[in-house]
């Protein structure tokens, strides 16, 4: 199947430090989504993108969509004890492909 | 509004024993996606159902089966579980329009012994 590259696996980092993901495809796809796992729950959805370029934020993240349509970035400004959890990106081109996960730990 | 609710939440069993999870949406949403979820491997498809009444086998298909028993119902049956069946099953769903994301359930944690 389709491989999306995530990286990095995990990260410790500081309360107050900002977080830089991303994820990278050797296939084009339409839409770039990412996805907070809590433990014991379901991904919840953060951010979609749906156009080449495309800057969005939610509150203090931000993704993008990277030019090319191969990659897409997610950046968590000034980290708090609830970030914690594992961030997924997924990108669909009729269906759709998840990365293995960025595992976050923040160390208040 | 619950969105994606899958039951049971947790299961054992045992080698060789049969068992269905079930989920359901209230999003009106016409496609619907089984997903198993283990370590190192993010989330992998096992079967999808675009509409009601059509069924499509994922990534990992083998010693599963599905039933949209309606538009808001997508069943998973394992006929005879083995160990490596052991995971994390979610479902999602979502609306019919290309490329709109899709919206997980809890999960269901299953052990095979």
């Known amino acids: 199947g389709q491989q999306l590259n995530q990286s990095p696996q995990s990260m410790f980092i500081q309360e107050g430090e900002d977080v830089s993901m991303n994820c990278t495809s050797s296939?084009?796809?339409?839409?770039w989504l990412w996805y907070k796992q809590d433990p014991g729950e379901g991904p919840v959805l953060l951010i979609a993108?749906?156009?080449?370029?495309e800057l969005t934020s939610n509150g203090r993240l931000t993704a993008q969509f990277g030019i090319t349509r191969k990659d897409s970035f997610l950046n968590i400004s000034a980290s708090i004890p609830s970030d914690v959890g594992i961030y997924f990106c997924?990108?669909?081109?009729?269906?759709?492909?998840f990365g293995t996960g960025t595992s976050l730990t923040v160390i208040p | 509004n619950a969105g994606v609710t899958q039951t049971p939440k947790f299961q054992v069993l045992k080698t060789g024993q049969s068992m269905t999870l079930q989920c359901a949406q209230d999003?009106?949403?016409?496609?619907m996606y089984w997903y198993r979820q283990d370590p190192g491997m993010g989330l992998r498809l096992i079967y999808y159902?675009?509409?009601?009444?059509?069924?499509d086998k994922g990534e990992v298909p083998n010693g599963y089966n599905v039933s949209r028993l309606n538009k808001r119902e997508f069943s998973l049956r394992l006929e005879s579980a083995a160990p490596s069946q052991t995971s994390v099953y979610f479902c999602?769903?979502?609306?019919?329009?290309?490329?709109?994301?899709?919206?997980f359930g809890d999960g269901t944690r299953l052990s095979i012994l």
């Open positions: 999602a769903s979502r609306a019919l329009h290309s490329n709109q994301p899709q919206h």
């Open positions: 296939s084009i796809f339409n839409t």
């Open positions: 993108l749906y156009k080449a370029g």
């Open positions: 997924a990108g669909a081109h009729n269906q759709f492909y």
């Open positions: 999003m009106n949403h016409n496609s």
């Open positions: 159902s675009a509409s009601e009444g059509t069924t």
